[in-house]
């Protein structure tokens, strides 16, 4: 009797249940595995913003499917197959023989799996500017579900008159438009001389025009020199001219990196620009 291929898939956001769940239907006998360091499993990060502006008040409908059941484990187990863990992290990867050490961040206990297929979907980190007073609270990113839980509290708590979004791409916008639903007082800071710069200069003028018309301001060619703070919090922004911006709320959305240190760890090849060296099938 053939023994049964062990799969297991580091991380549970977007491309980990989309793997494991083409695995399952190219091997209906496998055993898959989904380990998540988070407690939310395959989470819509695009309905961020939408959630956050109150344009939908049930968290769930991040997490589950167009028919409204919500993708947890108990949902992947029975629908697929799969065993997916939450609040569980992939400490460490021994190639040689096969295995990768995880721990139960609820409990703390250890475990060591087998595998004979293992894929990384570890994603990326949101990039923080290494300026001065980048720790002081008040300063947020919107990449996960922790980041729209806080956001959407600081929308509905109403006190944060004003913020600054650090970033004039697509989260930048898009976060921007979210609080401003709030009724909070935004300013947009974008380094480049427009936003969203994958747009011809004309249209990004109308987007940028659009933005001050809902009375938000926007700051282009010109970047973020220092986050101000007084007693461990945030009391506002100073720009690379010299401008200092009043604000109770900074949300930096500069770009993200790689999430590679368990593979770098592992002995994995990581390229110029951060990410894991692969082939054309997508193969360390």
């Not at 769940?21 to 939310?40: G, M, N, V, W």
């Amino acid at each position: 009797m053939a023994t049964k291929k062990r799969i297991i898939v580091v991380g549970g956001s977007a491309a980990g249940p989309k793997t494991a769940a083409r695995a399952r239907r190219l091997d209906y006998e496998a055993d898959i595995t989904i380990i998540q360091k988070e407690r939310d499993l395959s989470m819509a990060s695009c309905g961020y913003p939408y959630y956050v502006g109150g344009c939908f008040d049930d968290r769930n409908m991040l997490i589950s499917t167009p028919a409204g059941v919500v993708r947890d484990p108990k949902f992947f187990l029975n629908a697929k197959g799969i065993e997916a863990r939450t609040e569980t992290e992939v400490t460490a990867i021994d190639r040689a023989n096969r295995t990768v050490a995880c721990r139960d961040l609820r409990s703390g206990t250890t475990e060591v799996l087998p595998y004979d297929k293992l894929v990384l979907c570890t994603g990326a980190t949101p990039f923080i500017p290494p300026v001065p007073g980048a720790d002081l609270d008040g300063i947020t990113t919107l990449q996960s579900m922790g980041d729209a839980d806080y956001l959407r509290r600081v929308c509905e708590e109403g006190r944060i008159k004003k913020a600054v979004i650090i970033g004039g791409g697509l989260i930048g916008i898009e976060t921007c438009e979210a609080l401003a639903l709030a009724g909070i007082e935004i300013t947009v800071i974008e380094l480049l001389p427009q936003l969203l710069t994958f747009l011809d200069w004309e249209l990004a003028k109308l987007v940028e025009n659009h933005i001050r018309a809902h009375k938000a301001n926007v700051i282009t060619g010109n970047g973020l020199a220092e986050f101000l703070g007084q007693n461990g919090r945030l009391t506002g922004v100073k720009l690379q001219n010299g401008t200092e911006l009043p604000c109770e709320l900074a949300v930096v959305a500069v770009g993200v990196k790689p999430n590679v240190k368990l593979a770098r760890d592992a002995g994995l090849a990581v390229g110029p620009l951060g990410g894991l060296v692969v082939d054309e099938h997508m193969k360390t």
